[in-house]
């Protein structure tokens, strides 16, 4: 059974950082890009970062670049959002999704192009 388990969310103030978590299992983690994602009230999901194990390459839209850092642990089965400089405006519901290197030609950006997907953490950012 395929399994993402997002963690490390929580409260806190504008200009202070979180690292989520996000931990897969029951599937060959390494042949899988891992995406960030995120949904507030109202609003469509949006991707935040990918990463892409193959050729390492990674994504950020604007609204988040030179601030949060994706990784991943391929000995743990983990991928890692660092969010540092946070804003209200990133406060959200935050996902994490894989999808098989194998189906895709770019690095996947868009919630469409995802198979799996975790139940989310919420990141709540105060002014």
């Known amino acids: 059974e395929v399994q993402l388990v997002e963690s490390g969310g929580g409260l806190v103030q504008a200009g202070g950082s979180l690292r989520l978590s996000c931990a897969a299992s029951?599937?060959?983690?390494?042949?899988?890009?891992i995406g960030w994602f995120r949904q507030a009230p109202g609003k469509e999901r949006e991707g935040v970062s990918c990463?892409?194990?193959?050729?390492?390459?990674?994504y950020y839209p604007d609204s988040v670049k030179g601030r949060f850092t994706i990784s991943r642990d391929n000995a743990k089965n983990t991928v890692y959002l660092q969010m540092n400089s946070l804003k209200p405006e990133d406060t959200a519901v935050y996902y994490c999704?894989?999808?098989?290197?194998?189906?895709?030609?770019?690095?996947?950006?868009?919630?469409?192009?995802?198979?799996?997907w975790g139940q989310g953490t919420q990141v709540t950012v105060s002014s």
């Open positions: 999704a894989a999808v098989g290197e194998f189906t895709i030609a770019t690095p996947p950006i868009r919630p469409d192009e995802y198979d799996y």
């Open positions: 990463i892409v194990n193959s050729d390492g390459s990674t």
């Open positions: 029951g599937f060959t983690f390494d042949d899988y890009a």
